[in-house]
């Protein structure tokens, strides 16, 4: 009589078992978890001015920082230099003369003796007038670094004023946010009402080195 034949199973052991436990919940998890939300889009950038000439007063990071204040309508749109010390010479009246083709907006730019940048936005053409003009629009703003703008109070309108022998913008209690001689070589900055501003200079007089109005067409 031939012996039995036995056939043995081998059974799982505890630890197999929770092991092939963990790598089912693993598989679970991977299929009911999310797919990743996608990245969130870049945010728009402003379209950068263009500036039929170079600036000698104002870099390029400046220029965009700029601009980004300027009322929507001019943003992207050309800087045209109308007027510039070095090219022009210091004199006022020869600025009054420069900004007779350009109607629109000005930018005015300057350096000083100390090599603070700083300036105002008008939002009608740099002229000779009998009284102040412009419109809640205008400001002032220095680098004081960094870029620090001054927008209007809505206290007074004494926006901007030119006579034949000064240049002035902003104004309240005989104080002028930015004022600038005939011969555009001295020039102040005090608090005013229009603007609230800070004096744009390191001091309330200063000695101008450099100065440009760009015409925003």
Known sequence: MKGARWRYTRLPSKVEDALSGEEDDE????????APAPAPAPAPTAEEPQLMEASQVLRASEIR??????PPRLRGRPWSLA??????GFSLRRLYRQMEGHGGP????LRDQDGQMFGAFSSSAIRLSKGFYGTGETFLFSFSPQLK??????SNSFFVKGDLDSLMLGSGSGHFGLWL????????SQPCATF????????????VTELEAWALS
């Open 65 to 70: 920082q700029l601009s980004l204040h300027l």
């Open 196 to 207: 609230n501003n800070e004096v744009l200079a390191r001091h309330e007089q200063f000695c």
């Open 106 to 109: 000005a930018l005015l730019v």
């Open 181 to 188: 001689d005939g011969d555009l070589y001295h020039g102040g």
């Open 27 to 34: 598989e679970e998890e991977k299929a009911a978890a999310p």
């Open 83 to 88: 007027f510039c010390t070095s090219r022009d």
């Open 149 to 154: 703008v001054f927008k209007w109070t809505g």
